[in-house]
């Protein structure tokens, strides 16, 4: 990301609220992105055509500083 994403620039994905061996799936995706920027939102939106799961939607913004950065 630190190569592509522009200073003011902002991150977006998607992470299924799915439960694996008592850890959401999201769980681990969210924190990786949590360690690279200093603004993240959550959203939560149920999806009809996933069996009516509920998704979580990410933004994120405020890359943090990388020491390989130049």
């Not at 902002?10 to 995706?29: C, N, R, S």
């Amino acid at each position: 990301m630190s190569r592509v994403l522009k200073e003011d620039g902002t991150f977006g994905t998607h992470a299924q609220l799915t439960k694996f061996e008592g850890q959401y799936q999201a769980e681990p995706i969210i924190a990786a992105i949590a360690r690279r920027f200093e603004n993240v939102e959550v959203n939560p939106r149920v999806v009809p055509s996933y069996q009516n799961q509920t998704w979580l939607f990410v933004q994120a913004r405020g890359l943090k500083p990388d020491e390989g950065r130049a």
